[in-house]
């Protein structure tokens, strides 16, 4: 099993970085301030507010936030600001011996899914699809900080991972199939195949969103997946959104799952509010769920923190 890093604690100091993208310094000051509202204290990191085009910085600036949050004993957790573009860039810059000796949470979407899938591979450390500092920010739906914080400040397990009243998971393919958790943003994903940092399917629970692509480029980047070997390596795979994703070619969402991802023959499970939705599970990287779509059940097997000895 990966390491699980230590538990949330009311209080507790939060890393701010920027990871990909840059973000306008009210947005983040706006989640700076929601996360003290919470009770939390928080650190911002030296190029939090970087503006170099459409990069936070230069990519070893990034990557020496990022470590700076691990190498400060007193913070808890690290969050990015956002996602964007760039993630890629820093992991070539990054310590994931010394990671793996002082795990932290980590969270975040959207191109941080690829530093999440990394910390998972490189360092054995589960990692949580879910909140970015932009989603602390006010009139956001309580399900997503339930989410967030049932992941991140509670032990709890086994635990569902349900979708908000109303919203139903679709189980699409029977089969009950349990191992790690890996994915996220699917866009993000396409960029790492071919190179070290390319993410492991193997006997992996595979889960994939995406959001503003034409259904003919999500088609593209799931048959790359295939090509690639990721999909026949999988035991099962979950379906997230596709916002704001137009049709092409009088071609949706829906039908791309019905004739493309079904015909692969893994238990499969579609619907999962995540990610760029406006509803957010909190999905952990690493973790050991079960996705049992006889019974259209998605579970948690294992705490994803852990407390103090």
């Known amino acids: 099993?990966?390491?699980?890093?230590?538990?949330?604690?009311?209080?507790?100091?939060?890393?701010?970085?920027?990871?990909?993208?840059?973000?306008?310094?009210?947005?983040?000051?706006?989640?700076?301030?929601?996360?003290?509202?919470?009770?939390?204290?928080?650190?911002?990191?030296?190029?939090?507010?970087a503006e170099t085009g459409f990069l936070a910085g230069t990519d070893q600036q990034r990557a020496s936030d990022l470590m700076a949050m691990f190498y400060n004993d007193n913070i808890k957790m690290i969050i990015s600001s956002r996602g964007g573009v760039g993630v890629?860039?820093?992991?070539?810059?990054?310590?994931?011996?010394?990671?793996?000796?002082?795990?932290?949470?980590?969270?975040?979407?959207?191109?941080?899914?690829?530093?999440?899938?990394?910390?998972?591979?490189?360092?054995?450390?589960?990692?949580?699809?879910?909140?970015?500092?932009?989603?602390f920010?006010?009139?956001?739906?309580?399900?997503?900080?339930?989410?967030?914080?049932?992941?991140?400040?509670?032990?709890?397990?086994?635990?569902?991972?349900?979708?908000?009243?109303?919203?139903?998971?679709?189980?699409?393919?029977?089969?009950?199939?349990?191992?790690?958790?890996v994915g996220g943003n699917l866009t993000s994903f396409i960029g790492t195949l071919g190179t070290q940092f390319e993410i492991d399917t193997t006997n992996k629970i595979l889960f994939l969103e995406e959001t503003h692509a034409p259904i003919n480029t999500v088609y593209r980047y799931i048959n790359h997946l295939k090509l690639a070997g990721k999909i026949d390596d999988c035991s099962g795979i979950l379906?997230?959104?596709?916002?704001?994703?137009?049709?092409?070619?009088?071609?949706?969402?829906?039908?791309?799952?019905?004739?493309?991802?079904?015909?692969?023959?893994?238990?499969?499970?579609?619907?999962?509010?995540?990610?760029?939705?406006?509803?957010k599970a909190a999905m952990p990287i690493g973790a050991t769920v079960n996705l049992d779509t006889v019974n259209n059940k998605l579970t948690v097997m294992e705490p994803t923190v852990s407390t103090p000895s």
Do not use: W
Request: hydrophobic share 35%; glycine share 8%.
């Open 88 to 135: 890629a860039g820093i992991l070539p810059h990054l310590d994931f011996d010394y990671i793996r000796s002082h795990p932290k949470i980590v969270s975040g979407y959207s191109d941080v899914t690829i530093l999440l899938n990394c910390l998972y591979q490189f360092a054995d450390l589960i990692a949580f699809n879910s909140l970015l500092l932009f989603d």
């Open 1 to 49: 099993m990966a390491t699980k890093p230590p538990i949330l604690q009311p209080g507790d100091t939060v890393g701010v970085v920027t990871m990909g993208s840059p973000l306008y310094p009210d947005v983040i000051n706006q989640g700076i301030q929601g996360l003290q509202n919470m009770g939390f204290k928080v650190v911002v990191g030296q190029n939090a507010y």
């Open 137 to 181: 920010t006010p009139n956001k739906p309580g399900y997503n900080y339930d989410q967030f914080f049932t992941a991140t400040s509670t032990t709890t397990a086994p635990r569902p991972i349900e979708n908000p009243p109303g919203i139903p998971l679709v189980s699409r393919v029977p089969g009950n199939v349990t191992g790690p958790l």
């Open 239 to 279: 379906i997230g959104e596709c916002t704001n994703c137009p049709t092409a070619y009088q071609t949706s969402y829906e039908d791309l799952i019905t004739n493309v991802i079904v015909p692969f023959g893994k238990p499969l499970m579609t619907n999962i509010t995540s990610a760029h939705g406006y509803y």
